[in-house]
């Protein structure tokens, strides 16, 4: 089986200022500048990618964004392209994240155009997948996921899904305090592994995916013990920058 580089990525949401994304970028460096057993990837709001461009973009931290446009160009007010944020140094972008599809009401057609825009512009897509309480204690979770996953990527060329890192957020555990134990992440990544498998073969072995949902520094080493968990996408534990740098430190330790 190829090896996957696990990757950690903190998700700011809609946190910080310029200066304060500035602060935080040089504390982080201080901290995980030499880190290079796990991709460290920040993510954060469009106001604060191009400082993170002058304090990262030469370092081992990647940059991404919370989202981005389907469209290249044209009359989308408000919108960001993937080329807007390749020109910010971003080389990751979170699609499909849960608030995204329940706040906001993405679709997965809306989903799917965005991971191929994305990959087209050079960009890791880190596509967000995950089931509600209520689908969950209905015991569908596995049919939701599955679902996301094949309208999402089932028109990718294998080659190009290879390329995309998925996050498997339980809605229900995301900014709770409650989070899936690491057997049940296991568990669902196993699925998402088997459904790519459907889709593209043997290329479902090079996919990274990550577990989401109130992940802390004491939950990520057990995270990290299991085999198709190739790592986590972080929230509110990412917003202090010594927190963040000890969850990074905890999960390369756990290699």
């Not at 201080?30 to 973009?57: R, W």
Request: proline share 3%.
């Amino acid at each position: 089986m190829p090896i996957r580089h696990p990757i950690i990525a903190g998700n700011w949401k809609m946190n910080k200022t310029i200066r304060e994304a500035q602060d935080y970028a040089a504390r982080l460096l201080g901290l995980l500048g030499e880190i290079t057993e796990i991709d460290v990837v920040v993510c954060a709001p469009f106001t604060a990618l191009s400082t993170l461009k002058d304090e990262l973009e030469e370092s081992v931290i990647h940059i991404g964004a919370q989202d981005m446009s389907f469209a290249s160009n044209g009359a989308y007010t408000g919108e960001i392209s993937a080329d807007m944020l390749v020109d910010t140094a971003c080389t990751y972008v979170i699609i499909g994240h849960s608030e995204r599809r329940e706040i906001l009401r993405e679709t997965d057609d809306d989903i799917a155009k965005k991971v191929k825009a994305a990959l087209k512009a050079g960009l890791t897509p880190i596509l967000c997948v995950g089931e509600n309480l209520a689908q969950r204690e209905e015991r569908k979770a596995f049919a939701v996921v599955r679902s996301q996953v094949e309208k999402d990527l089932t028109e990718l060329a294998p080659a190009d899904l290879k390329r995309v890192v998925i996050a498997y957020e339980p809605i229900w555990a995301i900014g709770t305090g409650k989070s899936a134990t690491s057997a049940d992440a296991q568990e669902m990544c196993t699925m998402i592994r088997s459904t790519l498998a459907g889709i593209a073969g043997a290329v479902a072995d090079e996919v990274n995916i990550l577990y989401g949902g109130s992940v802390n520094a004491d939950t990520i080493a057990e995270l990290m013990a299991q085999p198709d968990v190739d790592g986590a996408l972080v929230g509110g534990a990412s917003l202090d920058p010594e927190g963040f740098a000890q969850l990074v430190l905890k999960a390369v330790t756990a290699l």
